[in-house]
């Protein structure tokens, strides 16, 4: 494939992206639905006016990357602090339940492996995914109805940013127990010894970060660094200690979250993000979504995807919420709002399909889920709260 093709079907996928993008903000689904479906549309297994190749793929694995670090970037590290140990316990449960739920789920439908086999991991990566939360689908509902500051909005926001960090750290865990040479004790190693470096020497990058950010505030050197950065800790990640690369970029965001300027390096990172690489990264899912093989086994699985995917966040977080003295109202509220999936999904989606852990079939299961839940969570928070005031 030559350049010129190659710039044709960039022009394609920003363009047609950006239009599913707007037609989904226009009937209030997700954006990024709109670009995957877009997606799908040019790619092969619908018109075929886009071709999957390895220049998109790597477009596609920058886009990821870069979200991730934006992700970390809007972490607020105080906002973790303020509420305590229960988004913390809530989180956990919100990221076990599902786990075990999506676990039990492609375990029963095909079949059960001992621990540590190809078809064990590929049935727990099935419930890595279901592990994400959507933390700005929650706090976009949250806030349109005016619930976000109350102890109940808190916690939820709180717990599903915890949920992502815990969820990532599990996505690790298990990409690590892909390769054969790796025990359960050496993924454990790597992944502690990874986070151990990332906090130590977070912790002295965040202190020359702040000597910058003073000195040169608002200045665009700043992200440019931050973004050198994000890039360097994909690459030790991945390449030192065997982990997925979103893991590293996601670290790097977390560690310069606290700056001053961290909503500067975000906007300027996002440009790049929300211009070009984003949207070949969406458009890319959809690329790689196959319908060939969507016969009566993966329409089942979708629909107990979807079931799980749902119910096992609001039992979870649900019971958890119970047991941190929240009223049984308040614990339906915080299950409903942990159970929106979005971008992160997708990403853990898209690197177990890099990893050959997940079958590209399954792409329109995640997508689905996706959608189901960010309608349903608004609509069933407005009638859970309906009658009460604001701010509780």
């Not at 076990?96 to 439908?109: E, M, Y």
């Amino acid at each position: 494939m030559d350049k010129i093709d190659i710039f044709m079907q960039l022009a394609i996928i920003i363009v047609v992206a950006e239009v599913g993008a707007l037609l989904a903000k226009m009937i209030k689904v997700p954006q990024v639905a709109g670009q995957i479906v877009a997606g799908l549309l040019i790619g092969p297994s619908v018109l075929g006016i886009v071709q999957k190749n390895s220049f998109l793929d790597m477009m596609a694995e920058i886009g990821v990357v870069l979200l991730m670090f934006s992700a970390g970037l809007e972490t607020n590290i105080q906002d973790l602090k303020k509420t305590g140990l229960k988004s913390f316990f809530i989180a956990c449960a919100g990221v076990f339940v599902p786990l075990l739920g999506g676990l039990l789920l492609n375990s029963c439908l095909y079949g059960f492996a001992g621990i540590g086999s190809e078809q064990f991991i590929k049935n727990l990566f099935v419930g890595v995914i279901l592990t994400a939360t959507s933390v700005s689908i929650t706090v976009q509902s949250l806030r349109e109805m005016g619930r976000l500051q109350g102890e109940v909005g808190t916690t939820i926001l709180n717990a599903a940013i915890i949920d992502d960090v815990i969820g990532i750290m599990v996505l690790t865990f298990v990409i690590g127990m892909k390769n054969p040479e790796n025990n359960i004790l050496n993924v454990a190693l790597s992944t502690a010894g990874f986070f151990a470096v990332a906090v130590l020497g977070g912790f002295v990058i965040y202190r020359v970060f702040k000597m910058f950010d003073m000195r040169y505030e608002h200045h665009r050197r700043i992200p440019i660094l931050g973004l050198g950065l994000c890039f360097a800790f994909s690459f030790i990640a991945e390449e030192i200690f065997g982990i997925a690369d979103i893991t590293g970029a996601y670290m790097a965001g977390i560690i310069l979250c606290s700056l001053k300027d961290a909503d500067y390096i975000a906007r300027r990172t996002d440009i790049s993000s929300y211009m070009i690489f984003g949207p070949v990264f969406f458009s890319s899912i959809g690329l790689n979504t196959r319908l060939d093989g969507f016969g009566s086994s993966l329409l089942l699985f979708t629909a107990g995807f979807v079931a799980v995917g749902l119910l096992t966040k609001i039992i979870g977080c649900g019971l958890m919420a119970r047991l941190c003295k929240f009223k049984w109202n308040d614990c339906l509220k915080i299950g409903i709002g942990m159970m929106t999936r979005g971008e992160v999904a997708l990403i853990v989606a898209q690197k177990g399909m890099n990893e050959g852990i997940l079958d590209s079939r399954f792409f329109a299961a995640v997508i689905v889920l996706i959608i189901f839940s960010s309608i349903l969570t608004p609509v069933l928070l407005k009638i859970l709260y309906k009658g009460e005031p604001e701010g509780v």
